[in-house]
């Protein structure tokens, strides 16, 4: 049995927001991120008619799941495949439409514990950082080859690093004498590039260009700004779709996702409201949630989750 642990984030207020959509009988819950299977095994355990397909890109993880959730066969699906793939998934399975998805997004415990991973810069191992962890560069790869002006791009607006040019100088420089392999190098030349007084606060000064390089080795925005669209277009009138995100960047993309289809295209002065532009999403939360206190000090993984989520309630123009 896998010796990996998955303390779902927010997981009854996931719950509690899919409740209307996936409790009658039939339903199929999407969940586009499956790990290792936390979320899932907690709904099919709740909700015992209903129908999960489980989709990760990750190879190992997905392994794990399906040992974890064997006991509730034939009422899980397994996909191989990146969350932008939903559509296509689901077409292989012959639904045509579900009734609830959800995204737990960011890295899994067990891609964050298993240090020949490389995606934790608080234990030296190998710059890799691939979420399928077969295929595509690394971020040893981005390091050692992306020029100046697409290293400091990457680490200014996906690791929201204000010293984005110090530290890709440093890298460059630092690169020219040994090619990087490790994570420890890196977050030695990092931190030098940093100034002290901006160190002293804030936690490891790496974590802002270990952020980057993942997002940047994995094309995870890129995907999620295709796959939140590809989603909604697979909800069933009144499905419901919950976003657990982990930073403003996909929280940004998710915000904007959902606005476009909650908000009318009729200037308000109109008297009437074509049915073409009415919205066809309904937002289920106030902005994004977080995490109690409570839950925070039990799982440090939801420290800084912002939660999002909509009910469809009529087509899309």
């Known amino acids: 049995m896998s ?56 190879p190992e993880a997905l392994a794990h799941s399906q040992e974890r959730l064997a006991r509730f066969a034939p009422r899980v699906d397994f996909a191989l495949a990146v969350y932008d793939e939903i559509a296509e998934v689901l077409a292989n399975l012959s639904i045509s439409h579900v009734q609830g998805i959800l995204f737990d997004l960011g890295v899994s415990s067990m891609q964050i514990d298993k240090d020949e991973r490389g995606f934790t810069y608080s234990r030296n191992a190998p710059l890799d950082m691939r979420m399928n962890g077969t295929s595509g560069q690394t971020a040893a790869d981005v390091v050692n080859t992306y020029d100046y002006a697409n290293l400091a791009r990457i680490l200014r607006e996906y690791g929201e690093e204000r010293f984005a040019s110090r530290v890709a100088n440093a890298i460059i420089r630092e690169r020219e004498v040994e090619p990087f392999t490790t994570s420890d190098r890196l977050v030695t030349v990092v931190r030098d590039a940093i100034p002290a007084a901006t160190r002293r606060t804030g936690g490891n ?53 959902f606005r476009l289809g909650t908000e009318s295209k009729t200037p308000v002065d109109m008297p009437f409201v074509p049915e073409s532009d009415k919205p066809w999403l309904k937002l289920l939360t106030r902005g994004s949630e977080s995490a109690s206190d409570v839950e925070v000090s039990e799982n440090s993984r939801a420290t800084s989750v912002r939660l999002r989520a909509a009910q469809r309630v009529g087509v899309a123009a």
């Open 205 to 257: 000064p790496a974590k802002r260009t270990f952020q980057a390089l993942r997002i940047e080795v994995n094309e995870e925005l890129s995907v999620l700004e295709r796959a939140i669209p590809t989603a909604l277009d697979c909800l069933d009138m009144d499905g419901r779709i919950v976003v657990l995100s982990y930073h403003s960047l996909e929280d940004r993309i998710v915000k904007n996702s």
């Open 3 to 58: 010796t990996f642990t998955h303390v779902p984030v927010l997981r009854q207020r996931c719950l509690d927001l899919l409740s209307p959509a996936i409790s009658a009988d039939g339903a199929v819950l999407v969940d586009a991120t499956l790990g290792l299977g936390g979320h899932t095994e907690s709904a099919l355990l709740e909700f015992p008619n209903l129908r999960v397909v489980g989709i990760d890109r990750d």
